[in-house]
């Protein structure tokens, strides 16, 4: 049990030492688990492939979000079922993130091979790997959510917590699905399309990354419902804004920092706010350059830098990161609430800042 | 309430009735969401498609040995509790169903296009519409699963009770990924193993379909390890049972009753215990043929013949039909076992019969 931290390094200490214990219950679960698959006859590789994906990286921020809600209510000392549900949390975000990866086509993530292109590779003798993959990958992904469920059941919560928990999880994964529904429709849909990224933003990043965390780790120490209003003050346009960071770094970012290949985003074609920005602000030329090149798959390095230079060239990033400046604003702003403790207030603030300034 | 039913055709009538129960409420639930869907600018498609999934057709075999489960121990009433965590067992079938047909490539179920073949068709004018059916479904699929827990979550199952169920519900998950799993990685073994096929049914169907969902049942009404242990005795070899039958329908069946198109099992290469007995009783000649044709995507409808003609001479079908008659015949001598009443024997004597001597 340690004492709220009252300056800037001690936070990041504390933060660190929290997300060293989240992982370290993922690895301890899933090394039992590989035990129990090398015991019964069953197979080791499901939970081998779920813990390398996890401890190959990732910023841990939903548990994180997770026990700062509890710490907002319950102080700075966190028991192990707040730090298990909390890694419930990232358990289920393996599950989201190897299904993303199939869905989006992705070759490398943490820089690795996703889950399913190393099991195409390890198949690679099978009638078809790639299918196989696929297979292998999505029922790993559905693994990983059924072990988040168990995290969960044997956090030994109080009853009538677990009740208001599961009842936050349901609404978590509901929103997340649809706002990958509608995320995966939106490429369907025109280029300049400003509302529906910022809509997909708001479920599939603001409401799941942010909001839902914090309120479950609040919502665990016995919050009410103003305290948690309070906090979707906070986490609503901080999620926003971690999105439109996101988009940021899918385009311009370093693959040596956020471990995804460069243009994959552009070859993809990811409707994000920043291009349908650029489209809208383009001139005609512009326009069908982006149009045509936008969603190629085959797009050449050369291309893309093209179509980098033309996105820069008409404002859009320098728009996005003001939107950044005004919702982080925003949420810091929200963090005057009152109903809000000031020790909870300081690592929000540093979670907030952390979320908006980071290049991976 | 109705008394337990004395004789055979009341008991068929209890049987409907329960069935229409779990429909309705699976029903009237996705009519909720559909609405909430409609008002959010949410995707009402998501779930229309389930439901439409549901609707087609399905034995509810889960459903109904959770609430034989629960008569069982409590009687024959079954409160809206124990309805609703059945209808979960459903709803979490149209997830394994959706995601299973996407593994196996299905073009039909229930004698509909499959969920991400239809999407697929829906959206033939975008780039790859295989691909965005097959990631629409895949999230469709998860939607139902989430939905499937938010039906537990809401059951207002009593809190001690909620906790055992929440445990054998993780348990059933595990099973089921890892019986799929080792399913899907037994392509790459021989066709005449015949061990592996009979690990799988033991966990993707005896676990998952059968002693699961009854252990659910009788856990709501408070059954201690006995009971469950004496529900298991009966279960196992049952679900062993369904899955050969299932194997013997899945080559010999007739498509217009279990909705499934004929020759599919062939060219999947589906690996089933019949198959394994015939190639292992095969002379050289059949062999080098089955070997050749079984598992070919493109395998010809007279190709396809000849193969089945091999395996039934074989006289693989006349084994494992004995197999099912001696399971069966197992488990109904497990309901001897005095742990269990008089009126539950009656209804899970029906509900094996059923299983086992069935069409579709």
Redesign the interface.
């Known amino acids: 049990m340690t004492a709220p931290a009252t300056n800037d390094a001690a936070l990041g200490a504390d933060l660190a030492d929290l997300k060293a214990k989240v992982t370290q219950r993922l690895v301890s679960f899933l090394d039992e688990k590989e035990c129990h ?1 090398r015991d019964h ?3 080791p590789e ?1 939970p081998a492939m779920i813990r390398a994906h996890i401890t190959a990286g990732g910023k841990r921020i939903r548990p994180l979000l997770c026990l700062a809600g509890w710490q907002a209510v319950a102080g700075p000392a966190v028991p192990p079922m707040v730090v298990q549900t909390a890694a419930a949390l990232e358990m289920y975000q393996a599950f989201a993130l190897i ?1 993303d990866d ?2 989006d ?1 992705c070759l490398t993530r943490r820089s690795q091979p996703t889950v399913h292109r190393a099991l195409a590779r390890r ?1 690679a ?3 078809d790997p790639r ?2 993959g696929l ?2 990958a ?3 992904g ?2 990983a ?3 988040s ?2 995290l969960v ?2 956090a030994d919560l109080p ?2 917590r ?2 208001v928990v ?2 936050l ?2 609404a978590m ?2 929103e997340m ?2 706002g ?3 995320d ?2 939106a ?2 849909g025109p280029l300049d399309d400003r509302q529906t990224p910022l ?1 997909v933003a708001r479920y599939k990043t603001a409401k799941y990354t942010v909001e839902r965390p914090l309120h479950i780790g609040a919502a665990l120490a016995g919050a009410d419902t103003g305290f948690l209003d309070a906090l979707s003050r906070f986490a609503l346009p901080l999620g926003d804004a971690f999105q439109l960071r996101d988009d940021l770094l899918g385009l311009f970012g370093d693959p040596g920092a956020t471990g995804k290949p460069v243009f994959d985003d552009l070859r993809e ?1 990811k409707r994000t706010l920043v291009l349908a920005v650029a489209v809208g602000e383009a001139n005609q030329d512009q326009k069908d350059f982006l149009t045509e090149h936008v ?1 190629d798959a085959g797009l050449s390095d050369d291309t893309a830098r093209q179509v980098l230079d033309i996105i820069t060239s008409t404002g859009a990033p320098a728009t996005v990161e003001r939107m950044i400046v005004e919702r982080h604003a925003e949420a810091v702003a929200a963090l005057d609430d009152k109903v809000l403790p000031r020790a909870a207030v300081a690592t929000l603030r540093r979670i907030a800042d952390d979320a908006v300034h980071r290049e991976s």
Chains 1, 2 share one sequence.
């Open positions: 698959a006859g069953l197979v499901v299904h199939i869905i086509n198949y003798h099978s009638n299918h196989l297979s292998a999505l029922l790993i559905n693994m959510l059924t072990w469920d168990e059941t044997t009853g009538h677990r009740t599961s009842g999880l349901d994964r509901e699905h649809y990958q529904y509608l995966l429709l490429t369907l809509i074609g969603g």
